[in-house]
């Protein structure tokens, strides 16, 4: 039920669990649906700032919140003991050299349990010193401990107040480390935690300097299986919105191995692409990789509005850079394809899609 979760996962309209979180201009976050309901009546205010809202509203989607609620609602937690445990006893039994791994992994358990729903309850514990308690579990060799340390750091992350104290004391480390090393579910989590802290800009920063960071993203996205590349081309996506990252995942040669995963159907592949696409030497690698072309039409044939939105903005940046890349474009028919965009009931691909063709005209009128 709704009641079980954090409130930042309830969109402010529907007071439900968010599906699609989008961010407006006024920097609040809803539900597609409820704000797209909102706006359908007229309205362009924000519902919660009163603040006039660009024309025509954008609606950016919100990839970290969606992948914090997506990997939270995968975790189960033990029913409830009558009497609510004493979260410093939990901890001790944590620290305690002594305590049996049962011990520890129930203790992992009740103290994510406990601070699911409660906000307080989270930046006490943040504060108490048990995050190095965590941290220790991270460390450990036993994969069921690990994940659930990383899925209660995970949790103790929702509160903004809580993600630079988490990173002062040495999250990122412990979390790279297991992106790197983890097994089971580990190294996905590990992923979430990073964009849950990446969502701050002071925290791009600092986990893109890390130096083990973005190369185990990349690995990652390379090596993992289906989930584990989501989560980071996700973290990925979330880290680049920070331009200096950008250049450190180009140098790590993300470029290739995120054509690769499109190619497979992923599109948050696209979407970081889409970013990358800002930067010279991601366009260079882009225009070198035969058959990108033909990835990115099949995306605007198939693919969701938010992978139709990375993908015209892509190829924006690579036709505007490339003559070469622009007759192949033409040839290919996305003149047409672009037009027939400009329909879309998505006003950001109608905007990225008449973009996209004013770079064709300026073409096809010396063709």
Not at 245 to 251: F, G, L, T
Not at 314 to 333: I, N, P, V, W
Request: glycine share 6%; charged share 20%.
């Amino acid at each position: 039920m709704a009641s079980h979760f954090p409130d930042d996962f309830k969109c402010p309209i529907s007071l439900e669990i968010m599906s699609d979180p989008v961010i407006l201009s006024s920097g609040h976050t809803f539900d597609r649906p409820s704000i797209q309901q909102w706006l359908d009546a007229g309205h362009r205010t924000c519902p919660i700032s009163k603040l006039p809202l660009s024309d025509p509203p954008s609606l950016i989607p919100n990839h970290a919140l969606r992948s914090l609620i997506s990997n939270y609602t995968l975790v189960s937690f033990p029913k409830p003991h009558q009497y609510p445990p004493n979260p410093q006893t939990l901890v001790h039994a944590l620290l305690s050299p002594s305590s049996p791994l049962e011990e520890k992994l129930s203790s992992l358990d009740q103290l994510s349990r406990i601070c699911k729903s409660d906000s307080a309850i989270r930046r006490r514990l943040a504060e108490s010193g048990a995050v190095s308690a965590v941290l220790d579990c991270v460390d450990s060799i036993e994969s069921g401990l690990q994940e659930k340390a990383l899925h209660l750091l995970l949790i103790l992350s929702l509160d903004d107040d809580s993600k630079v104290g988490l990173v002062v004391e040495g999250v990122v480390g412990k979390v790279v480390q297991a992106l790197r090393c983890g097994l089971g579910d580990t190294r996905a989590v590990a992923a979430t935690v990073l964009t849950s802290l990446a969502v701050l800009e002071v925290n791009k920063v600092t986990i893109g300097s890390y130096p083990d960071a973005i190369p185990g993203l990349v690995s990652l996205l390379q090596m993992g299986n289906s989930r584990e590349r989501k989560e980071a081309a996700t973290t990925l996506f979330t880290l680049c919105l920070f331009p200096d990252n950008r250049i450190r995942a180009i140098q790590n040669l993300v470029v290739p191995i995120l054509i690769q995963n499109a190619n497979s159907g992923l599109e948050r592949a696209v979407e970081v692409l889409g970013l990358l696409a800002k930067c010279e030497f991601a366009r260079d690698d882009m225009i070198q990789c035969s058959g990108f072309l033909d990835i990115l039409v099949e995306v605007l044939k198939n693919g969701s509005s938010r992978g139709v939105q990375y993908a015209l903005l892509t190829l924006s940046s690579l036709c505007s850079y490339s003559e070469k890349m622009l007759l192949e474009a033409l040839r290919e028919g996305l003149f047409e394809i672009c037009v027939a965009l400009l329909e879309d009931d998505n006003e950001k691909v109608r905007r990225n899609a008449k973009t996209f063709i004013q770079v064709l005209q300026g073409k096809r009128k010396n063709v």
